[in-house]
């Protein structure tokens, strides 16, 4: 199945421009490929694709064992900033990744991060 990577980076920059402490969204396939992303920093979308999935894929591992339904997303929060991880819902599973700057609230970037999912599975 191709991916219209224009239309998704154009969804990306809708929800970037509605929410200004953001600094990164990434979109990644289920594996941690690099589909698309958008980032006002010098990272490596490959290297963050593959660590990202694999880093929800754990969250919902765990929350599995520890006999919970299925995690809508995963954080990780820092002095310089928070990242939210959420599964996209689409035909196949893709992972986004949102990151905050240190002053954004984690309820901002976790708006952001679903509004962002949303707009994008219906282009998956």
Known sequence: MSVDTLALEAALDVVLSRSTGISMLL???GDGRSVAHRCFN???PRRLSA???SFLTLGETLSRELGLSTADYV???TSQGSMVL???AAG???TLAALGHADTSLAILLY???DAAGRIGLLL
């Open 92 to 94: 196949r599973p893709y």
């Open 42 to 44: 010098s990272l490596d």
């Open 75 to 77: 954080t990780m929060s």
């Open 86 to 88: 959420v599964r996209v």
């Open 112 to 114: 952001a991060a679903r």
């Open 27 to 29: 979109v990644s396939t």
């Open 51 to 53: 660590m990202s999935s």
